[in-house]
């Protein structure tokens, strides 16, 4: 990213929470876990957000507000997954968790010491527990590389170990093996992304369409028209 890019997702990640005055404090600051219609309530700080914005803001911002708590996986406020979540949006969510469980002015908690907080986003949990499937996994990766370089960041010969076995690691090595698991996407080791979609031929599947998407720049191409094996997606 440019500096006037990274800039910018500053201005979004400083903005996200903008509806959070409009839950009761005693929800929002609230420490074990929600019951009975507390969650619903939390949940509406992301619409009210973008309610405050109002129009003509910029279409990154509004993502960020309204999407946020979006998870990869697709357990989120509301239900994307994956590349349908807008890219804006996945960079903050990994930027606001990692925040709020490092964080040392929230009421309800104790700071987590940074590499604890990215054990945790790291691990390997299965879905919908939280963990690494909750995040892009191809900017989660660059965010653990980022702390990792950092002389600052302080964790364990193990943790180091581990966080870096988990940065090196292929983006795709999260999901499933089958790309037919997948729901139609891969994510390279170089961030590009591949969504692609198959049609029914006589002998099976044919790969007819692939859109591909680096950040958030987007183009579309048709596939060759030869029928291939599944595992030659190069996954």
Same mark, same amino acid.
């Given at each position: 990213?440019?500096?006037?890019?990274?800039?910018?997702?500053?201005?979004?990640?400083?903005?996200?929470?903008?509806?959070?005055?409009?839950?009761?404090?005693?929800?929002?600051?609230?420490?074990?876990?929600?019951?009975?219609?507390?969650?619903?309530?939390?949940?509406?700080?992301?619409?009210?957000?973008?309610?405050?914005?109002?129009?003509?803001?910029?279409?990154?911002?509004?993502?960020?507000?309204?999407?946020?708590?979006?998870?990869?996986?697709?357990?989120?406020?509301?239900?994307?997954? #994956?590349?349908?979540?807008?890219?804006?949006?996945?960079?903050?969510?990994?930027?606001?968790?990692?925040?709020?469980?490092?964080?040392?002015?929230?009421?309800?908690?104790?700071?987590?010491?940074?590499?604890?907080?990215?054990?945790?986003?790291?691990?390997?949990?299965?879905?919908?527990?939280?963990?690494?499937?909750?995040?892009?996994?191809?900017?989660?990766?660059?965010?653990?590389?980022?702390?990792?370089?950092?002389?600052?960041?302080?964790? +364990?010969?193990?943790?180091?170990?581990?966080?870096?076995?988990?940065?090196?690691?292929?983006?795709? +090595?999260?999901? +499933?093996?089958?790309?037919?698991?997948?729901? #139609?996407?891969?994510?390279?080791?170089?961030?590009?992304?591949?969504?692609?979609?198959?049609?029914?031929?006589?002998?099976?599947?044919?790969?007819?369409?692939?859109?591909?998407?680096?950040?958030?720049?987007?183009?579309?191409?048709?596939?060759?028209?030869?029928?291939?094996?599944?595992?030659?997606?190069?996954?």
């Amino acid at each position: 990213m440019t500096p006037e890019e990274i800039a910018w997702f500053k201005v979004l990640a400083r903005w996200h929470d903008v509806g959070k005055p409009a839950v009761d404090k005693e929800v929002r600051d609230k420490p074990g876990p929600f019951v009975g219609d507390e969650f619903a309530q939390m949940k509406l700080h992301a619409e009210v957000g973008v309610e405050i914005l109002g129009p003509g803001f910029p279409p990154d911002m509004v993502d960020a507000v309204r999407y946020h708590h979006e998870r990869y996986d697709g357990y989120g406020y509301y239900g994307l997954k #994956g590349e349908d979540i807008p890219f804006a949006a996945r960079i903050v969510a990994i930027a606001d968790v990692f925040e709020a469980l490092t964080a040392h002015d929230r009421p309800y908690k104790d700071p987590m010491p940074e590499a604890d907080a990215l054990m945790l986003m790291t691990a390997d949990v299965t879905s919908p527990g939280f963990g690494r499937r909750a995040f892009d996994p191809y900017i989660m990766r660059q965010f653990v590389e980022m702390k990792l370089s950092d002389p600052a960041f302080d964790a +364990s010969p193990e943790q180091r170990k581990s966080l870096a076995f988990y940065a090196s690691a292929s983006p795709m +090595s999260d999901l +499933s093996a089958n790309p037919m698991d997948n729901d #139609g996407w891969v994510v390279k080791a170089s961030g590009e992304r591949l969504l692609y979609s198959f049609g029914e031929s006589g002998v099976g599947k044919r790969l007819e369409t692939i859109v591909g998407r680096t950040g958030i720049e987007t183009y579309r191409r048709e596939a060759p028209s030869q029928e291939i094996e599944a595992p030659s997606l190069g996954l």
